[in-house]
């Protein structure tokens, strides 16, 4: 499967970007799916997932309230809406495929920059 992670740019403190992240070569309807980021200097961290059915979503704790993931099995596609961001929100974010939790296929990763 490929993933295939879009939507990030450059905002300004208090904005809000859409990440959409679309799979192609297996349908992810059946799949958990997660959104991960990476900051300069960082460890790869968590930071939304959701069931297969969008019955359950889970959070960092650093965006709960801020963020929203969701999913649309009709387009094999996983979204993440991202409110009030702020500038610790800069890294690149990418979404994954998940098998127990665990990242199964990693999309390639999309900038997300936030100025104060």
């Known amino acids: 499967v490929q993933l295939q992670a879009s939507g990030g740019g450059s905002v300004q403190a208090g904005g809000s970007l859409t990440l959409s992240c679309t799979a192609s070569g297996r349908t992810i309807s059946t799949y958990a799916m997660g959104w991960f980021r990476q900051a300069p200097g960082q460890e790869r961290s968590f930071v939304a997932a959701?069931?297969?059915?969008?019955?359950?979503?889970y959070y960092a704790s650093s965006v709960k309230g801020r963020f929203t993931i969701s999913r649309d099995n009709a387009k094999n596609t996983v979204y993440l809406q991202m409110n009030t961001l702020k500038p610790e929100d800069t890294a690149v974010y990418y979404c994954a495929s998940l098998v127990e939790g665990t990242p199964e296929y990693w999309g390639q990763g999309t900038l997300v920059t936030v100025s104060s």
């Open positions: 959701t069931s297969w059915s969008s019955d359950s979503t």
